[in-house]
């Protein structure tokens, strides 16, 4: 009997290498900006393991015990099914809070700090979207858990940002000596300006700008590349592009922030589209990516291309956002 | 030490015969149709283990490790939580989306083809209620993972239908031989339609149906009775037809499909109301049947009587769908 | 091979003695009247047992199997984030149901008792809160599966009161012999009013009552105090009375109980502010309550003072919910 109380799958669990680990250097996952190239890295590494954790396995129980919060101040079930879905993965539970502009309604007026206080009593990390710049941050400050940032309205994505260079990584082998071609939106796009934030971190990478001249990179990211030795050109000609590069990276052009001006809109939307036609210049390792959702901005007959990678991206945010949960929970 | 390695829970469960079976004949659960009587019948064999399974005993963790995403473009509560209950009750997990029209809102446009390759990545099975008939076709065919139809709009809700039929044969013993009611709003409900379908694979079955003239059975339900040699007859008599029937199935008439015509739903709706003098002229053994909710169709004195099987019908979808559950993901 | 068979997990649990227990005496959980100071003093002991429970623990496990469903017909985050997560640190799984209204929906009409017989074959318990008084003692009237009160309407919300009373008990060491200051909203505030209801259980406690004129304590628990021979006074002098308590119980001044009078209300909001100043008059091991979300009745500048137990509390919430889903769903 004293054998039966020792061979639970619990204890079996803590005698895995992988399960109790050096402390993460990272508290809380907030900006793309927090990120050098050797975490990045081992980050990589650490998801690469994810991928191969097995239904049943021990390690698919790595988090069996920890709870992780989702509160969304708006909704993003995406984001949200990714992050429920990693933790998951790895045995761990979750709270979810998909309406949690409650907590701070007009009529109660509670502060991001006093909700992120009761919160931490409850869980063990929480992943946090918010309407407001830099309201992750706010959250971090309070917290004695780790917060992850999972949107901070016009602000960060950092989650976004370090899976689209996996996926780059996972698809072309390598990070250094690269020719990426951002298209689409590139005013408004979120994921594109971080994308060309983290991709500074490499050797020898050339960007190619590929928009609408109504939603044109700014100038911040390209005096950004440029500080940082990054060549970069802005071009109007996506087939040349696509021949070119190693990663077309395509974004959907945001309706939303035209306003009334529709027919602007309709012109920059049909502007660059991803088609069979892009895909026959395209070289044979080359890749298409797409933060997703999609319109039409690459057509369906596209997604039997072997090198069509946005789906196989989507799923890599799987991965990182298990490596960050295990990471940030259990160390390295 | 290689004890202890041997002695986790996990591999115990491997060791059970029913837990690694024979792979179910379908792929995914869309429509009544996909169902012949002896694929029925095992999978009624299949729900009465489901019955037998005990908290913490091995059967309670089949599912352990397997994840199921509820994809609602339309609430319903009570079917998501039978489900979501079944799949719990399995030992696998649930990633909830009970807001799913978000991911293909008109801002942003998302193909239903688009959000399940999405959501496959992240899950092993998608239950799915959808408000265009025909959508869960479509979401099977672009699916490498299991789908389960949850209701699609005004076309199928195939786990409702096989769990009336269960529940026929949980409560009288036998699908062969046997009389039924179906009473009520006929017309729209698709319950009753789908219950119709079903019964028609059955020997010598014999309907009766008993509804308002605005809402009556359709001819495309009759003539597929008719071509499959079922006897049915219309009756405006519910003692009657109560005194003759092993079931009576009685459905709620549906306020919302008659408009600004309120009058004319107000007498349809008081017509055939199940009450204790129905009860009377029943038989013994016949029980009453309802898919619920209920307004005052069966009015609340029946409930104490041991032949009200309404509850004890929904109480079956938990198993139907435990059962589903567990053949789509690891088989016989 | 034996061996194997036995040494799993879930038996291991089952060896432990605190698993299996005599059965707790309530069945279910609807308003504070039904603990006295006995059950209350045992409940205790239980949730302290609670707060030492480990991740990974046997004792973490006690609840593995259960299923509660949050049966939610009004949205409160919070509380509804302290059940699920009280459940999932004891292993249980939860079903949400956030917008139950949906069942009894205008089109639909379902009675509340319906509702529950649906639900109670979908799960083990149901914490449920509800707009109306008294739906929760409906409920339990119906259910064969425990039923708690997490708040219904004006009524009552018992595991508010239980916490409150917990949280005195571990913050002041006692719960005889103290003086309480009730402050800010005492007409609206159904927590300061089960509160007031609790301590009435106790020996020789003083109580307090300062509030703005329009919303005084209520003559009902005023009269209910004096039968039960406690001692009870009305203050407009805040200072004075943090001066002599152990306890200054403050609550949040409600917006929406003021309707159009909005300058009465910023009256009213202004008046008793806990601020440096009056917890400099505070006792040494006195502390501040309140059972948030507050505004600014307790300013920001207080929070690092030790004697602001107010996240205590609501963590102590969570503690108060574990012991009360152990006691009714497994026993002593």
């Not at 991803?274 to 596209?302: F, G, S, W």
Request: hydrophobic share 40%.
């Amino acid at each position: 009997s004293r054998n039966a109380l020792k061979c639970n799958a619990l204890e079996f669990e803590n005698s895995l290498s992988f399960a109790v680990g050096k402390k993460f250097q990272l508290d809380d996952v907030i900006e793309a900006q927090q990120f050098d190239r050797e975490v990045l890295s081992s980050i990589f590494d650490v998801a690469r393991e994810m991928e191969k954790i097995e239904k049943k396995s021990p390690g698919s129980q790595i988090l069996k015990g920890y709870l992780m919060a989702t509160l969304f101040y708006e909704p993003s079930t995406r984001t949200r099914l990714s992050f429920e879905s990693a933790m998951k993965h790895l045995g761990g539970e979750v709270l979810t809070t998909e309406n949690a502009r409650e907590f701070s309604s007009a009529a109660k007026g509670e502060t991001l700090e006093d909700t992120i206080r009761t919160i931490e009593g409850y869980s063990d990390i929480i992943v946090m979207r918010h309407f407001e710049s830099g309201a992750a941050k706010r959250a971090a400050a309070t917290a004695s858990i780790p917060i992850i940032n999972a949107g901070d309205g016009p602000g960060q994505h950092p989650t976004q940002a370090l899976l689209d260079v996996y996926t780059i990584e996972r698809e072309i082998g390598k990070l250094d000596d690269i020719k990426v071609g951002l298209v689409g939106d590139l005013a408004n796009g979120r994921t594109v300006r971080s994308l060309a934030y983290l991709l500074a971190k490499y050797q020898n990478v050339k960007i190619y700008f590929v928009s609408p001249d109504v939603v044109k990179m700014k100038d911040d990211i390209k005096d950004y590349l440029t500080s940082k030795g990054v060549e970069w050109e802005e071009s109007a000609d996506l087939m040349e592009v696509a021949s070119k590069c190693d990663i077309v990276y395509q974004t959907r052009i945001q309706k939303e922030r035209f306003g009334e001006r529709i027919d602007l809109y309709e012109e920059a939307r049909g502007k660059y589209i991803v088609n069979k036609d892009v895909m026959k210049v395209m070289q044979k390792h080359a890749v298409v990516m797409h933060p997703l959702p999609r319109l039409d901005e690459i057509t369906v007959d596209v997604d039997t291309d072997p090198r069509a990678a946005y789906f196989r991206q989507a799923k890599n945010g799987l991965y990182i956002r298990m490596a960050l949960l295990k990471l940030l929970l259990v160390g390295w």
